[in-house]
């Protein structure tokens, strides 16, 4: 049957930024505060703090861009997309390319979604596994991630399309 992605919550719908940021918050809220997703059988964590307007430093982090944390604007494209998160974490269709990195010395998992354009990473920690963030990719980046991918894949000797 395959991966069936809800809607986007499309930004053109509500009258201003705050309107838009609350109903993803709601969204957000109902997937990771009040349950949790579940990847291979592991509860998903977030990185709740520093809070900012009442809501988890992961909401923020996955609904803006920028370097500058305390500075940050609407990415809309990523933002539009938070229904997919969930999901994705939770399913084990084969549509998904799945690897995992070490990036500043932190290890992650990567699930990524090449028809979509859309990359969650999650980092592995000593008492379990944290949602870090998700954003939509673009043409350059795919390419990167699909080498990434295909390099990780060969050093380990598994199939392409395995979860692993």
Partial sequence: MGLKLPPLVKY??????????????EYFKQDFV????????????????PLRNNREATFYHITTTGKDENNRNIDVPRA???????PIIETNDRILLVWENVRKKEESILLYHEKENFLIVLRKRSNGIVFWTSFYTNKCYKKKLLKEYS?????LKTPFFQRT
């Fill in 34 to 49: 009040l349950t949790k997703p579940v990847y291979k059988s592991s509860p998903i964590r977030l990185k709740r703090f």
């Fill in 12 to 25: 053109e719908q509500f009258m201003s930024d705050e309107d838009f940021l609350d109903a993803l918050y």
């Fill in 151 to 155: 390099e990780y894949h060969k050093k």
């Fill in 80 to 86: 539009e997309r938070i229904r997919w998160i969930k």
